[in-house]
């Protein structure tokens, strides 16, 4: 099958007004990737070498997302809405290229995987001239019936044409279809729009090759792989059919997970074997997971890389940029932007770092800040290997801290620090003997003030 080639045509021309969004139905993400993006990889992971986008409403929207996915796609503009064989012959040009095999999809069906769209393309590669995606259902009822006689399709039937006897078929159309590249154009050419929307469906060609005596088959897939998403209770729903998809195939490759449905995974995130990950964490895009690491409840990561060993909260927000290396860790209610953590580095409590690195075996106090924004631009922290920083302290930057060297708790640090020196950034401390019981009996004064006051205001309304 892989020198057979294959042009995949993607129908993305829908306005999708049940979805009640300003955005092009299609490009409504599922784990952060628009839905028509899902549908061209699960394409070119089948095998095709070819992919061509009809798009619609938001045509430039959609033309210019589906381009950012995959370079080399083509789009054709579908400029009225006549049916969805209407909609594949605007890839009329494509098509008459002369490929071996042509996909048809959906760019609202995110959840279609290769393995589906692999054995399509197996029943043309057997002969078939047009192989149809169906589904088996205990609840038929709203879906077309595919209509087989000695294990080939004559016909799919819609609920409102179908017999008493056809009604009872739980074998549904799933919309998705393979057509031998050779009988494409002719299949399509003959379809016809005398019914009662005066729109040509593509399902007629199904009717048409059998007809012509060309063999028609029906290839079975889960219901998901045809899922169709209309609104964004569906979206949810599709969501979540493909986290657990993700979870499962994570789990299956070692990555442990105590409560899976709670963790949610980018459509990119990577994680390696022997990860454990605690509940309620979540993955946004762009991040890597090393073999070895632990991911404890309640983190936020993001566009970061996690190295073997390394630790990552609880309560912990890694952001864009952020890289932790091997044994480091990133405590409870840390969070890290644009910053490396060396080797068995430690940020373990409530402290920011931002636009820094942190040397090997450093340790950063609770508390610690990287000023990295002076609200125009933003400046880096070189924090050196071993370097002990204080809890509370707040470095300034640019600034540059040296080699095994000791900021003081409480301190302010403008200036370099040298490797192994000790830096105190505090203000001078004063004792005032016996002022205690004074300022408070300020302050209980000020504080009886306010609240006869408060009685003494008239009441609202008066």
């Given at each position: 099958?892989?020198?057979?080639?294959?042009?995949?045509?993607?129908?993305?021309?829908?306005?999708?007004?049940r979805?009640?969004?300003?955005?092009?139905?299609?490009?409504?993400?599922?784990?952060?990737?628009?839905?028509?993006?899902?549908?061209?990889?699960?394409?070119?992971?089948?095998?095709?070498?070819?992919?061509?986008?009809?798009?619609?409403?938001?045509?430039?929207?959609v033309?210019?997302?589906?381009?950012?996915?995959?370079?080399d796609?083509?789009?054709?503009?579908?400029?009225?809405?006549?049916?969805?064989?209407h909609?594949?012959?605007?890839?009329?040009?494509?098509?008459?290229?002369?490929?071996?095999?042509?996909?048809?999809?959906?760019?609202?069906?995110?959840?279609?995987?290769?393995?589906?769209?692999?054995?399509?393309?197996?029943?043309?590669?057997?002969?078939?001239?047009?192989?149809?995606?169906?589904?088996?259902?205990?609840?038929?009822?709203?879906?077309?019936?595919?209509i087989?006689?000695?294990?080939?399709?004559?016909?799919?039937?819609?609920?409102?044409?179908?017999?008493?006897?056809?009604?009872?078929?739980?074998f549904c159309?799933?919309?998705?279809?393979?057509?031998?590249?050779?009988?494409?154009?002719?299949?399509?050419?003959?379809?016809?729009?005398?019914?009662?929307?005066?729109?040509?469906?593509?399902?007629?060609?199904?009717?048409?090759?059998?007809?012509?005596?060309?063999?028609?088959?029906?290839?079975?897939?889960?219901?998901?792989?045809?899922?169709?998403?209309?609104n964004?209770?569906?979206?949810?729903?599709?969501?979540?059919?493909?986290?657990?998809?993700?979870?499962?195939?994570?789990?299956?490759?070692?990555?442990?997970?105590?409560?899976?449905?709670?963790?949610?995974?980018?459509?990119?995130?990577?994680?390696?074997?022997?990860?454990?990950?605690?509940?309620?964490?979540?993955?946004?895009?762009g991040?890597r997971?090393?073999?070895?690491?632990r991911?404890?409840?309640?983190?936020?990561?993001?566009?970061?890389?996690?190295?073997?060993?390394?630790?990552?909260?609880?309560?912990?927000?890694?952001?864009?940029?952020?890289?932790?290396?091997e044994?480091?860790?990133?405590?409870?209610?840390?969070?890290?932007?644009?910053?490396?953590i060396g080797p068995?580095?430690?940020v373990?409590?409530?402290t920011?770092?931002?636009?820094?690195?942190?040397?090997?075996?450093?340790?950063?106090?609770a508390?610690?800040?990287?000023?990295?924004?002076?609200?125009?631009?933003?400046?880096?922290?070189?924090?050196?290997?071993?370097?002990?920083?204080g809890?509370?302290?707040?470095?300034?930057?640019?600034?540059?801290?040296?080699?095994?060297?000791?900021?003081?708790?409480?301190?302010?640090?403008?200036?370099?620090?040298?490797?192994?020196?000790?830096?105190?950034?505090?203000?001078k401390?004063?004792?005032k003997?016996g002022?205690?019981?004074?300022?408070?009996?300020?302050?209980?004064?000020?504080?009886?003030?306010?609240l006869?006051?408060?009685?003494?205001?008239?009441?609202?309304?008066?």
């Amino acid at each position: 099958m892989s020198e057979r080639t294959c042009l995949s045509i993607i129908l993305a021309a829908g306005e999708g007004t049940r979805m009640r969004s300003a955005l092009p139905k299609v490009l409504h993400p599922i784990a952060g990737l628009p839905m028509v993006a899902h549908v061209l990889k699960a394409a070119r992971s089948a095998g095709s070498g070819q992919l061509a986008v009809v798009v619609g409403h938001g045509a430039d929207k959609v033309a210019d997302e589906v381009k950012r996915a995959s370079g080399d796609v083509e789009t054709f503009v579908q400029a009225e809405r006549l049916g969805t064989a209407h909609a594949v012959l605007a890839a009329r040009e494509a098509i008459a290229r002369g490929f071996d095999e042509i996909l048809v999809m959906f760019g609202d069906t995110p959840l279609i995987e290769a393995d589906a769209l692999a054995r399509a393309r197996d029943g043309l590669a057997d002969g078939a001239a047009v192989v149809v995606m169906g589904f088996r259902t205990d609840n038929p009822t709203g879906y077309g019936r595919l209509i087989e006689k000695n294990g080939h399709l004559t016909d799919i039937r819609e609920e409102r044409d179908c017999s008493d006897k056809e009604r009872r078929i739980t074998f549904c159309n799933g919309g998705l279809m393979a057509i031998d590249g050779r009988q494409a154009l002719a299949l399509l050419d003959a379809v016809g729009n005398d019914n009662a929307k005066g729109e040509f469906y593509l399902t007629d060609i199904v009717g048409i090759a059998h007809r012509q005596g060309l063999r028609v088959v029906a290839t079975e897939v889960a219901f998901e792989n045809v899922l169709g998403i209309n609104n964004r209770a569906e979206l949810a729903e599709a969501e979540a059919i493909w986290q657990a998809r993700r979870r499962r195939k994570l789990m299956l490759e070692g990555v442990a997970m105590a409560a899976p449905e709670t963790v949610f995974l980018s459509h990119d995130t990577e994680i390696g074997p022997d990860t454990t990950i605690e509940p309620q964490v979540i993955f946004g895009p762009g991040v890597r997971v090393a073999g070895g690491a632990r991911i404890r409840g309640f983190s936020h990561i993001e566009g970061a890389t996690v190295a073997s060993g390394a630790e990552v909260g609880p309560f912990a927000r890694l952001r864009p940029g952020a890289e932790l290396a091997e044994g480091s860790k990133v405590g409870n209610f840390c969070e890290v932007k644009a910053a490396d953590i060396g080797p068995g580095a430690k940020v373990n409590h409530l402290t920011y770092i931002g636009d820094a690195t942190i040397g090997a075996e450093a340790n950063i106090g609770a508390g610690t800040i990287t000023c990295n924004y002076n609200g125009y631009t933003k400046d880096r922290t070189e924090i050196g290997r071993g370097t002990f920083v204080g809890s509370n302290s707040s470095l300034v930057a640019p600034v540059s801290i040296g080699d095994n060297a000791y900021i003081a708790s409480g301190s302010v640090i403008v200036a370099d620090v040298p490797a192994d020196a000790l830096a105190f950034g505090r203000a001078k401390q004063e004792v005032k003997e016996g002022r205690a019981p004074m300022l408070r009996e300020r302050y209980r004064q000020e504080k009886e003030r306010r609240l006869a006051a408060k009685r003494s205001a008239p009441a609202s309304g008066e």
